[in-house]
């Protein structure tokens, strides 16, 4: 049967099942087998929500149960919604956070480095503000009558990755959010003028 390379198997190759196998047995592993939904299609089906824009449940059980051919391909099966909400609600969220921690250094040792003629560390930072429906997200309040978030973002110009991002309410001044990074000493960090919001 002919297997087609499709994007969503593209990225998943992107993830290292070994590491993250590994981390799973070492540092989160429970004692007890999943008998119908694994923590690597737990990931899987949250990955695909991410990259889908699905925010719920129900619409990523319907989706896979709609692709359960390309599934069986992936190593994955449809996932039922209550299945996956119980999962979502009693396995630890720290196991991603360890997961992309792996993700992110891996990504660091194959970013290109560029060569300044100083020696410090150099970041930049900024924050951008995303607007959100006001009937929807009543606790982002920004104006009277808008919603907002503020993604403020560190880059690391070693490989230009992200190095820190953090999101508050969009009221919240950058100079706020900058007194949370805690950076190498000697540091140099090129930002906007900053302002705290009176």
């Known amino acids: 049967m002919r297997q087609g390379n499709i994007i969503f198997r593209q990225l998943l190759q992107l993830v290292d099942r070994h590491v993250f196998n590994r981390v799973e047995r070492e540092r989160f592993r429970s004692g007890r087998e999943y008998r119908s939904l694994n923590r690597w299609q737990q990931f899987a089906a949250m990955m695909f929500a991410q990259l889908a824009g699905i925010s719920s449940l129900r619409d990523i059980a319907q989706q896979f149960q709609g692709q359960r051919k390309r599934l069986y391909h992936l190593g994955l099966r449809a996932v ?10 009693e396995r630890p969220a720290e196991f991603f956070e360890v997961i992309f921690q792996e993700q992110y ?8 480095r560029k060569k300044f003629h100083f020696q410090n560390k150099l970041y930049s930072f900024d924050s951008s503000v995303i607007d959100l429906c006001l009937s929807m997200f009543p606790w982002a309040k920004f104006r009277r009558t808008k919603e907002g978030i503020k993604l ?6 070693d490989g230009y990755l992200p190095a820190f991002v953090h999101i508050t309410t ?3 001044a950058d100079v706020n959010a900058a007194r949370l990074l805690k950076l190498p000493a000697g540091s140099i960090i090129v930002m906007d003028q900053l302002r705290p919001n009176h």
């Open 170 to 172: 969009a009221k919240v």
């Open 80 to 89: 039922k919604r209550s299945t996956l909400a119980d999962a979502n609600a």
């Open 152 to 157: 403020h973002t560190l880059l690391d110009h």
């Open 105 to 112: 250094a891996r990504c660091a040792a194959l970013a290109p």
